[in-house]
């Protein structure tokens, strides 16, 4: 496969998943500060910011709800952001027209020209919804109407590792509110996980479990080791290990934070939250580093938000 188009394909996974985690992300934090008369949202807009990777206004300058909005939900030129991500997720399909399905294209097509209707609207939360549906329209095509081959390889190799990636931001919000941000039970409906975690322990539920599920479960997939164990899966069947004693840069990265997270006490990880979900980001920064220099290497290089539109 050439490079430009693996490239485009694994973009189009992480754009995708980006745009899915960020609503899921954002839904939250509307919905707590509309909820919570007390709570500073001055330092929590600047706190959100901060987990993702955005500049905040001088200290001076008060940061409300409107402005991070505007930064992470409808700037269609940041990558970053929701619309930006849609946006370059329906460009990099673009590139790979060749290589992917025809209901796939139509449905990143669709969504793009969409967006503008459906942007700022009165209630936040209706954005947010949409974007989550379309979101899932495109995972459904994926895993239905998409051969196990490296198309299928590559997309899903970008959206497990922005996954991983994204919900360590989810997690490291949590523990930098304390219990002035959501509680767990908010953060597990926004990753659609409160019903599978109530399956799992149903009368034995804690704070400690609801962290350990989205943490470690192996059997949820947007728990974070089954989006690394899947970004390993991936790499595995796009270049099989056949020096027995060694493994590419990019799966050394994934498999060390993932056994570093999946073979330690719990309350370990959970004590330093912030900093272990720093560790899954660097690590998967990391990864995409070695990805992209191993399978579409170029000239320019790519930051965290992707290449530039």
């Known amino acids: 496969m050439l490079s430009r188009i693996a490239e485009s394909l694994f ?52 940061v409300g709800r409107d402005h991070v909005l505007d930064m992470l939900a409808y700037d269609r030129f940041a990558p970053s952001s929701i619309a930006g991500s849609l946006v370059a997720a329906r460009e990099n399909a673009r590139r790979a027209r060749e290589i992917i399905s025809t209901e796939l294209w139509e449905c990143l097509n669709t969504t793009w020209n969409q967006l503008p209707a459906h942007m700022r609207p009165a209630r936040p939360h209706d954005y947010f919804t949409w974007v989550r549906e379309r979101a899932a329209v495109v995972a459904g095509i994926m895993d239905s109407a998409t051969s196990r081959d490296e198309t299928w390889a590559f997309m899903v190799l970008g959206r497990s590792i922005e996954r991983a990636d994204m919900t360590a931001r989810l997690l490291t919000t949590r523990a930098l509110a304390g219990s002035a941000g959501p509680g767990w039970t908010t953060l597990l409906r926004s990753c659609g996980a409160h019903e599978a975690f109530l399956r799992t322990y149903r009368g034995t539920a804690s704070d400690e479990r609801a962290a350990g599920f989205l943490l470690l479960d192996r059997l949820f997939p947007r728990s974070i080791v089954f989006a690394l164990n899947q970004a390993e899966e991936c790499l595995a069947a796009l270049e099989p290990v056949t020096d027995r004693a060694t493994v590419d840069d990019a799966r050394r990265h994934i498999g060390f934070v993932r056994t570093n997270l999946e073979y330690r006490p719990l309350t370990e990880v959970l004590d330093a939250l912030p900093k272990e979900m720093e560790q899954v980001q660097r690590a998967c920064t990391a990864a995409s580093d070695a990805i992209r220099g191993r399978y579409f290497p170029s000239a320019s290089a790519t930051t965290w938000v992707g290449e530039a539109l």
């Not at 189009?12 to 007390?38: C, F, K, M, N, S």
């Not at 990777?53 to 200290?59: E, K, N, V």
């Open 11 to 62: 973009w189009i996974g992480r754009y995708v998943e980006r745009a899915d985690d960020t609503a899921r992300l954002l839904d939250v934090h509307v919905q707590i500060l509309l909820e919570d008369p007390w709570a500073e949202e001055d330092l929590a807009c600047r706190s959100l910011l901060s987990v993702m990777d955005r500049p905040a206004p001088p200290p001076h300058v008060e």
